[in-house]
């Protein structure tokens, strides 16, 4: 079964950080570039930052760029998302989800985790 599992969210003050992990399971990990979105009460869903199959291209969204850092362990079939200098706007439901190539492109993405809350509050 092709799952992804989303842990680490929280409450945090606002500078503070999280890291996010996303374990897959089911699948050829190393084949599929993975992607994290979020979204926010009222909001439509975001991007916020992709990396390519063996971890050599990253992309993050300008709204997160410089805080946030994607990486991956393909050895533990996991991705991270380290998020540093959390802001009040941070505040969302954080999703893992599979590309089914191995970069970032522009395609639908294919599997889904449920999604980690990340609040920002002091």
Known sequence: QVQLVESGGGLVQPGGSLRLSCEASGFTFDLHA???FRQAPGKEREGVSCISSIGDDTHYADSVKGRFTISRDNAKNTVYLLMNRLKPEDTAVYYCARL???????????????????????
């Open 34 to 36: 993975i992607g994290w």
């Open 100 to 122: 089914n190539v191995p970069v970032c492109l522009k395609a639908p993405y294919d599997t889904w985790g449920q999604g980690t809350q990340v609040t920002v509050s002091s």
